[in-house]
T-cell receptor, first 118, second 112 residues
Framework: AQKVTQAQTEISVVEKEDVTLDCVYE???????LFWYKQPPSGELVFLIRRNSFDEQNEISGRYSWNFQKSTSSFNFTITASQVVDSAVYFCALSEARARGGNTPLVFGKGTRLSVIA | EAQVTQNPRYLITVTGKKLTVTCSQNMNHEYMSWYRQDPGLGLRQIYYSMNVEVTDKGDVPEGYKVSRKEKRNFPLILESPSPNQTSLYFCASRRTGLGELFFGEGSRLTVL
């Protein structure tokens, strides 16, 4: 069964610090997608990145970077030089390619609440 | 602008009073789904629809109904709401297959 674990429930950092959010996943499928979503205090879910299981290249987008390692089943998210606007709950999610009736739901971790203090 | 629109955004109701949360997407997506978000439990799938007239249960379907008469709309129906359905609800859509879900802004429902 698929599972996503975000062991860090809450993290507080001071502005301009770097912070890494951990995500460990479990799946029996060889083809799957991993995602990160951001949920700011306003409540909406904002898509950040998608990575498929065959692409282990790390990705950088501005201050955000993602490290995907299949050997450790991890897909960690680093924010460099954090800002107050980064304060949010961050969710890691997994979707397996092997569809149940065509449904490929996102299975979410419980989320990590990041507080960036000025 | 590509978006998923949910209404109402906030609702307080009483036990047993039927309600519908509407969801509409303008991206011509085949796949739509409903999730609920609860503290400590994260996001869980309620129902999904692969296309018009094709719907099926997710992980927590009890107490909910859905319909998909048109491609763009996927309403969530609570026939007889109970307090344990107090939650934050999200509608989402995407093209068929794998890929990221686009979420609505959420509907916060309180059942007294």
């Amino acid at each position: 069964a698929q599972k996503v674990t975000q062991a860090q429930t809450e993290i507080s950092v001071v502005e301009k610090e770097d912070v890494t959010l951990d995500c460990v996943y479990e799946t029996r499928d060889t083809t799957y997608y991993l995602f990160w979503y951001k949920q700011p205090p306003s409540g909406e879910l904002v898509f950040l990145i998608r990575r498929n299981s065959f692409d282990e290249q790390n990705e950088i987008s501005g201050r955000y970077s993602w490290n995907f390692q299949k050997s450790t089943s991890s897909f960690n998210f680093t924010i460099t030089a954090s800002q107050v606007v980064d304060s949010a709950v961050y969710f890691c999610a997994l979707s397996e390619a092997r569809a149940r009736g065509g449904n490929t739901p996102l299975v979410f971790g419980k989320g990590t609440r990041l507080s960036v203090i000025a | 602008e590509a978006q998923v629109t949910q209404n109402p955004r906030y609702l307080i109701t009483v036990t047993g009073k039927k309600l519908t949360v509407t969801c509409s997407q303008n991206m011509n997506h085949e796949y739509m789904s409903w999730y609920r978000q609860d503290p400590g439990l994260g996001l869980r799938q309620i129902y999904y629809s692969m296309n018009v007239e094709v719907t099926d249960k997710g992980d927590v379907p009890e107490g909910y109904k859905v319909s998909r008469k048109e491609k763009r709309n996927f309403p969530l129906i609570l026939e007889s709401p109970s307090p344990n359905q107090t939650s934050l609800y999200f509608c989402a859509s995407r093209r068929t297959g794998l890929g990221e879900l686009f979420f609505g802004e959420g509907s916060r429902l309180t059942v007294l």
